[in-house]
């Protein structure tokens, strides 16, 4: 990435695919298929589903069943989307590193799969920072 450049969807992709391949057991194994998706702003038809009205407050979404129920016939992969755009707008707002929040990004659109409590998303958080 050249100096001063904007990170690009490429960049952001690999960011969050280091953070998957550091998720510990039981997560690795339930999350090696996610399918990982990197846009620029989420679809109008998404927003609209989510009755949000700004794509900038939308930074990562997790659609698919949840791992604790069993897949269907004709059941669409699991996926991570992540929204390019509004994530470098938090970034350059916050104190955080732009790792960092993509990890965050990453571990609460993960802790969607799984259920997980604010405390266990915080939890796994601290392990991939470790």
Known sequence: MPIGAAPSLDDMETLARDALTRLPEPFATYLKDVVLIVEDFPSEEMLDQLGIEDAFE????????????????????????????????EWAD?????????VHIV???????????????????EQLKS
């Not at 016939?73 to 929204?83: E, R, S, V, Y």
């Not at 916050?94 to 993509?102: I, R």
């Not at 571990?107 to 958080?125: A, C, Q």
Request: charged fraction near 25%.
């Open 107 to 125: 571990i609460h659109e993960t802790g969607h799969h799984f259920g997980l409590s604010d405390d266990d998303m915080e939890w796994l958080e």
């Open 58 to 89: 939308l930074t990562g979404l997790y659609t698919g069943r949840p791992a604790e129920l069993e897949a269907m016939t004709g059941d669409l992969p699991p996926m991570i989307h992540l929204f390019r755009r509004p994530i470098l707008d």
């Open 94 to 102: 916050g104190g955080v590193t732009l790792e960092d929040l993509v």
